[in-house]
């Protein structure tokens, strides 16, 4: 967009700059928080879950409900990798890349509540179920797994409640986090386990009758 302007009988035009457009940030921006990110990476992730924090990056920078412009370049790579850190429970004391969020906000000298804050904008812009691929690990997919026996049961593979537990003994608000989050991919679950049911009940078929009731 750009404006035009008199001066001594000539028309100037001045590019105005739209701060809400991501191209603008592509270049610039990210490339530091890409640049910080990476100094944490290097020293406390392996190359997996260095590729899931570049994809993680990909998604944030893509999102028109983020504003690269709203905070600094510490506080945006740090917020991104503790969302990872969140939704790869790396914060369970026994996950093989355990680091805790003292570890990110000292490494970016960045404050805690600001951090979560940031972590908590990024993820409901982003909407993230638990297990999604692009930035979850195969472990973590596969807590989420379906199994079906051979009566006809369909089983979820979840094995999260461990890892709730452990986390709780270093960050109780972050094992709140995790449980909320467990909590509504179970339901999510039940839904579609739901609309299973009732097609199977339309074309009479009894082997998945009574799923439901492995819940509860």
């Known amino acids: 967009m750009c404006k035009v302007f008199k001066r001594q ?7 105005r700059m739209n701060t809400n457009s991501p191209s ?3 270049k610039t921006t990210i490339e530091e928080i890409r640049e910080n990110m990476q100094i944490f990476t290097a020293k406390y992730f392996d190359g997996i879950l260095t590729e899931l924090s570049e994809n993680l990056l990909r998604v944030v920078q893509k999102n028109r409900r983020l504003n690269f412009f709203k905070g600094s370049v510490q506080s945006w790579a740090a917020a991104i990798i503790y969302t990872l850190a969140r939704f790869n429970f790396l914060f ?4 093989p890349n355990h680091i805790t969020p003292d570890m990110i906000c000292n490494h970016f000298s960045e404050d805690a509540i600001k951090l979560i804050k940031r972590a908590d904008q990024i993820e409901q812009a982003c909407d993230f179920e638990l297990g999604n691929p692009v930035i979850s690990l195969k472990t973590t997919m596969s807590m989420f797994e ?3 026996t051979s009566s006809g049961f369909i089983i979820p593979k979840f094995s999260l409640e461990s890892s709730a537990e452990n986390i709780e003994k270093i960050n109780p608000a972050e094992a709140k986090w995790v449980k909320k989050k467990f909590e509504r991919k179970i339901k999510s679950v039940k839904a579609d386990l739901t609309a299973k049911l009732k097609q199977a009940a ?15």
């Not at 009988?9 to 590019?15: A, M, R, S, T, Y």
């Open 146 to 148: 379906l199994f079906t």
């Open 9 to 15: 009988g000539k028309n100037i035009k001045v590019e």
């Open 24 to 26: 603008l940030y592509k």
């Open 92 to 95: 369970d004391k026994d996950a």
């Open 202 to 216: 339309l074309k009479k078929n009894p082997p998945v009758k009574n799923q439901l009731e492995l819940f509860g």
